[in-house]
């Protein structure tokens, strides 16, 4: 089993965010870091506890496991001028300063825009300590532990060595690794809590020990089978991927189930062991066959979501439905004959609770039909109120040290996400002309006009840096340089006397055509992240020349747009899922009424459930994008068993639609609401996972497999009787 934490997994190759980075990260740095805040709550960094603090955490972090650069206040690369020299060092080199030295320093840093709001806060309590990865060839998640173990031994080290300092780590890097661990637990705990839930509801609905025994033993099979095609085939586990074992262990349950009850009840009828077992395949055999078809068509309508993780988890949870039904089928009925099954079973208090239930629902269908009805049309009208986006920080618990680092870092220094351009000069050289220049000037300007923007690193910055220290550090002369030739011999003074390690390649390409302006954001919605890069590209068409026209790029536009992309991909999936679904069920039912009436509570529930997310939530994100298909099997589960009973006791019976209704509430109400039961606790489980995602994904599958049971049983009747209840015979095929 190869697991990851490369969150580039969650995108395709075609993907135009992940071409728009891998084009920017081949001509600049790669984007991999972390970052290390410290804070004085008493005082200043600058004063000679906390400087001291910094330049050993600076020193410390060179040390990181493939660390490319570290910047740092203290070690910004100063420029002043000495005659016609131009001398460029560290701002800090070492803590022994006077006061007024100190204090000194501390006004040169919070006066300069790159390192304000970066890596210095302007009061001057926080400061940071950055930390560039490039990690070698090969597997990312093979080198990740080993940067992230790192960071947590120095940021002990630096808390137990400067106590009165805080310290707080974040970064990308960090993330990635958080999330796998996150992946590991839920593996750890919430399998182990599910199926012992699975267990014990299954053993008190049953009543029988030996048929839930064999359930538990068919739906480990089935989740095995799962992880265990994954691993054959290549799959790499990620986040959701991981979710596909967990979701067969509860979703494989519903065949068992309704062929034991079926079985069961047939004993409690009069019915041998051996006759039992025999009828009950009989009866359930098409059922089971065309639920298990329909859930693996939802799961497998995944591969058109546009996020590989996603398809991986459709399909190893197909694949484990498949193994869980061909089980059903075989080794279900063969340990039916060798275990001991009592005969003479009473019939449950379920079964008489249902067929009670049946004459109210026959008894009063109009209400049902209009309140039902009525109820699920206001909330379904409600779905388009949910915003489309998520945040990213959000995915995590406020309780997980990690994110409560990051949201101190935020809160006293810097923002987490980012947003990127490559802005092109149109030519070798080309950065250096004043027009170019003043472009980026401008350009930062307008951004740091925009509430998302916290900091703008742009190359132009370092120029005017330039032309004030050539010229005496003159305050008047901090503006772009006259002329390119100035320009262009400013920059090489400055690339030559920086030392190794801090150079300007994270900011310009080789042959100084183009520089990388790096837009630090607020902790915001992914929609605002989505709008200020729009905004920003709107701006450069309009006020840059066409050579600097181009697109945003970074980790956070990329899963920003990612839900988004899902929703738009998974609709088209999802309506040629429901379709395929439509045409089973005609063909599985014979029946083109009970076809078409099947419909009704096969799309209800998941935009009911939509619905009432809007109202308790009100934001959908990657998960809810994708749960029409991973709920569309449960759905119609429930739909198929009610329907094909319906129609047997319609067709095999000759019994009118009311009478109908009775037989099928009677035989298969208690699998129906059984299974609803089970997985319902059994996702519940699942939400209760420290990952966002994981938790929308247990809530709303939840949520819609309640929901379609109760139209199952309060709204389908009714339906059948307005349509199919005029002829007392027999429905026609």
Known sequence: MVITTDYRIFFDDDNPELIALDALETTYTNADYYLLALRSPSGTMFEGYALRALLDATEQAWLTPHALRVDSVTNFQHTIAQEDDLIVADLVEFADLSPAEREARLAVAIAEPSLVHRLISPDGKTAAVMVTIHFPPGPKHEFVPEVVEFSQALEDELGAKYPDLVVARTGLVLFDHAMLVTMEEDMALLMPVMLGLIVLLTAVLLRSVPATMVTVLLLSLAAMSSAGLGSAIGIVFTSPSSMAPLMVLTLALANSVHIFVAALQHMEDGLDKDQAIRQGLKEKFEPVAVTSLTTIIGFTSLNTSGSPPMADMGNMAGFGIFAAWLLSLTLLPALWFILPFAEGRRRGVARRLLCQLAEVVIGRSRVFLVGIGGVAIMLIALVPTNDLGESFLEYFPDDLPLRADTDFTTEHLTGPYTLEFSLSGGGE??????????????????????????????????????????????????????????????????????????????????????????????????????????????????????????????????????????????????????????????????????????????????????????????????????????????????????????????????????????????????????????????????????????????????????????????????LLMLLDGGDTRKAPD
């Open 429 to 718: 050289g080309s950065i250096s002309e004043p027009a170019y220049l003043a472009t980026l000037d401008a350009f930062r300007a307008w951004s740091l006009e925009q509430s998302e923007v916290a900091h703008v690193y742009i190359f132009s910055d370092v120029q005017k840096r330039l032309n004030r220290a050539m010229h005496g550090d003159d305050p008047d002369w901090y503006r772009i340089p006259d002329t390119r030739p100035l320009a262009a011999q400013f920059l090489l003074l400055f690339e030559m006397s920086l030392p190794y390690g801090l150079d300007l390649n994270s900011q310009i390409d080789a042959d100084k055509s183009a520089t990388k302006v790096v837009m630090t954001l607020h902790d915001i919605h992914s929609r605002d992240i989505r709008g200020i890069k729009v905004k920003a590209e709107a701006w450069l068409r309009e006020h840059a020349p066409e050579a600097m026209w181009t697109q945003g790029a970074s980790s956070s536009i990329m899963f920003a747009y990612l839900s988004q992309r899902m929703i738009r991909n998974m609709l088209l999936g999802t309506l040629l899922a429901f379709g395929l679904i439509a045409l089973v069920l005609m063909v599985a039912l014979r029946n083109l009424k009970l076809g078409v009436l099947s419909l009704v509570p096969n799309l209800f529930p998941a935009a009911v459930t939509l619905g009432i997310w809007a109202m308790l939530v009100g934001e959908i994100g990657m998960i809810a994008s994708v749960i029409t298909s991973i709920t569309m099997g449960l759905i119609v589960d429930d739909t198929v068993h009610f329907l094909s009973t319906y129609r047997r006791a319609r067709r095999e019976l000759a019994l009118s639609a009311e009478d109908s209704i009775r037989h099928t509430f009677e035989h298969v109400g208690t699998a129906l609401s059984s299974t609803t039961i089970i997985l319902a606790a059994g996702f519940a489980v699942l939400a209760s996972s420290s990952f966002s995602p994981n938790q929308q994904l247990g809530t709303l599958s939840a949520i819609t497999i309640l929901v379609a049971v109760v139209l199952d049983f309060f709204l389908l009747p009714p």
